[in-house]
């Protein structure tokens, strides 16, 4: 079960003057709105996707340990583990094994809690396991325009790539689901995702 905690400020993959350079034209304060607009859908474009979000988040995660020496969080990358609790105490007997597959590595083993069931003997019953481990931590990239960003350059073009179509699009999409030109609002189903982008987009989905 994963909780956010503290929320992205922003989870706009580019920033307006990344936008303005890749599309080749010159800066308009008339255009920022709707450019800015476009940066967002095309960033929850991706995000939608690929399954997962990208931007620097604070979670909860409670999950199960299935009594293996590795436990693997659900976003990354990690960034910082703030505390980690087995059956409600509080351990440091850790190590971030690695911040890009979400492991933390205990050389004891995480506790698996199953529920078990008799006939004749005993057996696990599956998908019993108690959330006994509770996890809260930092993750996700640090993104364009905020300091020390390390957002993945492929992924800053990716939603480059996206704004283009949208702007190059110039009859009603299929992949469009409703618009609203007066306010300048619409929302986008991920079918508008150009065929060039998805090989970009691969490597980053969420493994369901």
Known sequence: MLK????ATS??????EMAYDFLGISSDAGADAQLNF???????I??????REFALQKYEEKLPGYGTN??????TPIKNIESVTVDGLPVDDY??????????????????????????????????????????YEAGFILPGQEGRDLPGDL????????????????????????????WQASYSADIVPGSVISLLEPWKCAV
């Open 4 to 7: 956010v905690l503290v929320p």
């Open 70 to 75: 590795k436990l693997l969080l659900s976003v």
């Open 156 to 183: 800053e073009y990716a939603c480059l790539l996206v704004i283009k179509a949208l702007l190059e699009t110039e009859e009603r999409s299929p992949g469009i689901t409703s618009e609203r030109i007066g306010d």
């Open 11 to 16: 989870k706009q993959l580019t920033t307006l």
């Open 38 to 44: 476009l940066i967002g859908v095309a960033s929850d």
């Open 46 to 51: 991706i995000a939608g996707y690929c399954g």
């Open 95 to 136: 190590e971030v094994e690695s911040d890009e597959a979400g492991i933390l590595y205990r050389s004891k083993g995480w506790v698996w809690r199953p529920k078990l069931s008799w006939d004749i003997v005993y057996s696990v019953i599956p998908n019993s396991e108690e959330l006994n481990v509770d996890v809260v």
